[in-house]
């Protein structure tokens, strides 16, 4: 053969090749993972030798890409966590500076607010939340009726003839202000899975109408926190494997829309109520909560596996994080006693201030892009993902949406630089905690109390366990500290940009939780 004809044979040859590969996409689909109350020491990966739980997948996902060690999320308690996910603004901005949004919760995202969702879809994204919701929904109950859906202490039996009426008309008609109004496109999963209504929704209606009340058998110790409507036959430990299962339908969906997309895949677990699988009970050898959270990890290898066999996984940015520290009813005694630390070596659980409730596992996978088996120890938060989203599509975000993001695409690209000059988190009780280097304080007694008393300062460097307060020793820290506080409320946003308004008045120490409107 003549070298040009060989050379016409190799063309031939790579044109094909490359014609029956499936294109790379111009835009990295992103798949945001976030569990619920995992705590930074539940990942092995995280915890080392501190974490009794085997976690196999989560720690290959963190092989395969870049895990950092100082991330946090934006409170220590799940609505408001999620308000600032979504909005890249703090919710102390917001009346949910204080406490968590309750069974039948009004919207928390304001409906003209930018969303990691809007700005998906406004630049080409498919935009889907799969999961838990947490962030309200305009429920159509007529005002007076609303005790027809709370059941009394401890469960009520039998509905009554009134509520099986009220339920049916209720539960007919859309649910509105929800996902579908704040950038997705599509919507399914439960509001929490353990309060009330006990039903899937799909896009904006429930899945069937609740007919019974949860049985009373599947409230507390663990399990869901009250009574309330429920469809029938409803199993709590049904709900993770539903998830999955549309998961796995949303990734084979691409064949129809070859759009990028956007998944918020928000689960449920490990959050009350712990109900592992029976696969799963008994397995991690450290309790119930144990076995919930080896169910969590064998998930997201569930979803891990279904991105693969997509074919989507090389082209997918994949954020695996938790909205907040595990929950003291996980029974940190019991699971200690087996060698088990939730925390990690962190103080705090979910609700404090200390670095328990919001120092949570963080890791990134962008094949090709983020080097594979890196860390990072440098200061980041969850309310940065708007930023970086908009970032990596090189739009411009106006000056009154994502008040207090900041990109972390220099981080993802391996520069050794700091992003970040400071970070705030917020307790339960609505006390502020501002980081700054190696120095956090805490504008509140203990683990946040809001009797505005006194600041905490901390060295986490030579302390971690936040045990000295030294304050008096560090006046001047004290000062800086507390003044760059007051400029980030006074400025209505803690980065560069025109001033905004806080939706309420943020004073910076509070006596007592806010009243919510």
């Known amino acids: 053969m003549t070298t040009r004809r060989l050379m016409v044979a190799l063309a031939l040859l790579t044109s094909q090749a490359f014609a029956e590969d499936p294109p790379r996409a111009a835009k990295p689909n992103v798949l945001l993972i976030l569990a619920d109350d995992l ?3 539940d990942v092995g990966c995280f915890g080392g030798e501190r974490c009794k739980i085997p976690t196999p997948n989560i720690d290959r996902l963190a092989k395969e890409g870049l895990r950092f060690t100082d991330a946090h999320s934006p409170a220590a308690v799940c609505a408001p966590s999620r308000y600032a996910l979504m909005t890249g603004r703090y919710a102390w901005r917001t009346r949910w500076r204080a406490q968590n949004l309750e069974a039948w919760g009004r919207p928390m995202i304001e409906a003209d607010r930018q969303t990691l969702a809007r700005l998906a879809r406004d630049h080409g994204y498919r935009t889907a939340c799969i999961g838990k919701w947490h962030l309200g929904w305009d429920w159509p109950i007529p005002a007076g009726k609303e005790p027809l859906f709370r059941a009394r202490a401890g469960g009520d039996p039998t509905p009554s003839e009134t509520q099986l009426a009220e339920w049916k008309k209720t539960f007919a008609a859309p649910l509105a202000n929800g996902p579908l109004t704040r950038g997705f496109e599509q919507y399914f999963g439960v509001d929490l899975p353990n309060h009330p209504p006990f039903a899937f929704i799909d896009g904006e209606r429930t899945v069937g109408v609740p007919t019974e009340w949860l049985p009373r058998a599947s409230i507390g110790a663990g399990l869901a926190s009250q009574g309330g409507p429920a469809v029938a036959g409803w199993k709590l430990d049904a709900i993770l494997p539903a998830l999955g299962e549309r998961t796995e339908r949303f990734f084979a969906g691409r064949k129809e829309d070859p759009r990028p997309f956007f998944l918020y895949l928000s689960l449920t677990a490990p959050h009350t109520p712990y109900v592992p699988s029976d696969g799963f009970r008994g397995k991690s050898g450290v309790g119930l909560y144990g076995d919930f ?9 569930r979803v891990l596996a279904g991105l693969e066999a997509s074919g989507a996984a090389n082209d997918t940015l994949v954020i695996f994080a938790s909205d907040n520290g595990c929950a003291s009813t996980a029974d940190f005694a019991a ?4 060698g088990h630390y939730p925390s990690g070596p962190w103080r705090g659980a979910k609700q404090d201030a200390w670095e328990g ?14 080097a594979a088996g890196t860390s990072s120890a440098r200061t980041i938060g969850l309310v940065d993902l708007t930023a970086t989203l908009a970032d990596l599509l090189d739009a411009e975000l ?3 949406a994502a008040e207090d993001s900041v990109s972390l695409l220099p981080l993802l690209r391996g520069e050794a630089r700091d992003v970040r000059d400071s970070l705030v988190a917020q307790s339960a009780s609505g006390v502020l905690a501002l980081r700054s280097g190696r120095w956090k304080v805490i504008f509140g007694p203990g683990s946040g109390a809001p009797d505005g008393t ?3 300062l901390f060295d ?8 000295h307060d030294v304050a008096a020793a560090h006046p001047e820290e004290l000062a800086r500290l507390t003044a760059e506080m007051r400029r980030q409320i006074e400025l209505g946003r803690s980065t560069p940009g025109e001033p905004q308004a806080n939706d309420v008045s943020v004073e910076l120490f509070s006596t007592a939780p806010p009243k919510r409107k």
Do not use: C, N, S
Request: charged share 25%; proline share 9%.
């Open 335 to 338: 699971l200690a006693a087996k």
């Open 398 to 400: 106006p000056d009154d």
């Open 357 to 370: 409730g919001h120092r949570v596992p963080f890791i990134v996978r962008w094949p090709g892009k983020v």
């Open 460 to 467: 986490l460097v030579a302390d971690p366990g936040e045990q």
């Open 293 to 301: 959270v080896m169910e969590t990890d064998a998930f997201v290898g």
């Open 454 to 456: 006194k600041a905490q």
């Open 39 to 41: 705590g930074y020491g």
